[in-house]
């Protein structure tokens, strides 16, 4: 904010603080992040702080399917901006208007591209007009706009971090009736990747539900409420958690995302794996002023290797929610596509949602499928595969130490898996998840059993003895076939 101030207001305000330096002040300035982060917001803001004539341009809008219209249209905003200087010209959704000219087949979109980079070089600095652009794709924009003279500046609008969560929540709650029992710190805490407009859409849905519940003693038939009812009605803390269960970032909609409900309990036995995983990725999100302490950056990333069916998935989703980080799950095989260059981009997207949601775990399922080493995929079509490892790489490379990102990967095949891939900095922990031994298998039969009504004569030590070789997906699949013979029996009981 103080950057975007500093960018805007000291031109617009105090303009000779720039001519007696004898440099030239902004004439543009990009904003680019999430949708809901708060980018139009900001440009209303800081019109209003300034005092200045606030013209706002929908991208579409500008569009007309005559000839030359587009052109004019953009070019009066622009005369009626100068007219009413100092102003400032907020165009939203600034990629609709100005793609890429090599990449789009419009000549509409060509002409309006170089419209507005002659409209931003014909603006004197006297003039005392900022352009503020805004967008989610900043990188979907024509090059010559993003240049010095033009649009100078490029603020990244991210993802709040705790503290901006608390500030923006406690803006949308000042007028709303909380209870006592409302910690909004906690609720801060376990709103990762939620931007501004995510977090009014969780406050208004806690609303909702607070409402939902006096429906019943509501009539409404008549013309107003009792007051009684009236002063009775409080936004609770269960309100928000029941609102959290059914709210996701809107940045991550379109990627499944979940807080997995998965806990330490629900895995049996693999007792050193479990303090392994806790060193190496609930300490650095729980504890990260430790790290800081001792000069220790965190490890990156994971490898689960093992036999399948013996609890790597299962071991992810533990960590991310004892963590109460996000969890996004990969499968390998999505990722590749038969389009040149489009499974790299997914890779990217992945990595950009990750950041996003920060603290996040990725965990990447069937990682052998995507990460084999380089130049042994016979009849690969164009080396697809070599490319998607080669990005993979390169974000890896490419996480700050500030965004909590965890990858984890899981594959049946380490000995194919390229060893760029495992050096220290990228997946730097091996951790094998070997078959059940006894009491590993007598955990996991008291795991799946613990919510199941079990008859004196089950005896679980027993099973455990018999099971030898057994995965603890095979155990899940007896106990879950034992419920059902449970239920058909009972049924059959009830039906006689």
Request: negative net charge; contains cysteine; charged residues 30%.
């Amino acid at each position: 904010m103080a950057q975007i101030r500093e960018l805007v207001e000291l031109p617009l305000r105090h303009p000779q603080l720039f001519k007696s330096i004898g440099v030239k002040p902004p004439k543009g300035i990009l904003l680019y992040g999430p949708p809901g982060s708060g980018k139009t917001l900001i440009a209303r803001a800081v019109a209003n702080e300034t005092g200045a004539f606030f013209f706002c341009i929908n991208g579409p809008e500008i569009m007309s399917k005559l000839a030359g219209e587009s052109e004019s249209n953009l070019r009066k905003a622009f005369e009626e901006a100068e007219k009413n200087a100092p102003s400032i010209i907020f165009i939203d959704e600034i990629d609709s208007i100005a793609p890429k000219r090599e990449k789009t087949n419009g000549e509409v979109e060509r002409r309006i591209v170089s419209q507005l980079l002659t409209l931003m070089d014909g603006l004197k600095s006297r003039a005392h007009v900022i352009v503020i652009g805004a967008t989610n794709r900043p990188n979907s924009i024509d090059p010559a706009l993003r240049r010095f003279g033009r649009f100078d500046r490029e603020i990244d609008i991210g993802v709040p971090d705790e503290v901006g969560r608390l500030e923006v929540l406690r803006i949308h709650t000042k007028n709303m009736k909380l209870a006592e029992d409302v910690d909004l710190e906690k609720i801060s805490k376990e709103t990762h990747g939620y931007v501004g407009a995510d977090l009014a859409a969780l406050c208004t849905e806690a609303a909702l539900q607070c409402i939902r519940e006096k429906m019943d003693v509501i009539d409404l038939e008549d013309d107003s409420i009792d007051a009684e009812i009236l002063n009775s009605m409080a936004v609770t803390n269960e309100h928000f958690a029941t609102a959290l269960g059914t709210s996701n970032p809107s940045a991550l909609r379109e990627t499944v995302v979940e807080v997995p409900n998965v806990s330490w309990e629900d895995i049996g036995g693999l007792e050193n794996v479990k303090r392994e995983l806790q060193e190496t990725v609930q300490y650095p999100v729980e504890h990260p002023e430790k790290f800081e302490k001792f000069g220790m950056s965190p490890s990156k990333g994971v490898l689960f290797y093992g036999p399948p069916g013996c609890g790597k998935t299962l071991l992810a989703k533990a960590i991310a929610n004892e963590c109460q980080a996000n969890f996004i799950s990969v499968k390998g095989p999505e990722l590749l596509t038969m389009w040149f260059g489009e499974s790299e981009a997914n890779v990217r997207e992945i990595f950009d949602k990750a950041r996003q949601s920060a603290p996040c775990v990725l965990f990447f399922d069937e990682l052998d499928s995507i990460a084999t080493q380089r130049g042994s995929s016979v009849g690969d079509a164009g080396g697809a595969a070599d490319r998607v490892l080669n990005q993979l790489l390169t974000e890896m490379d490419g996480m700050s130490a500030k965004k909590t990102v965890f990858i984890i990967g899981a594959t049946n095949r380490p000995d194919i898996i390229d060893p760029a891939l495992l050096r220290p900095g990228r997946l730097d922990q091996l951790i094998y998840i070997p078959l059940p031994d006894e009491d590993s298998r007598h955990q996991i039969f008291k795991a799946c059993l613990r919510k199941s009504p079990l008859a004196k004569e089950v005896d679980l030590r027993a099973l455990a003895k018999y099971t030898q070789g057994f995965s603890g997906a095979d155990i899940t699949e007896i106990c879950q076939r034992a419920s059902k013979y449970a239920i058909r029996e009972d049924i059959e009981k009830v039906k006689r």
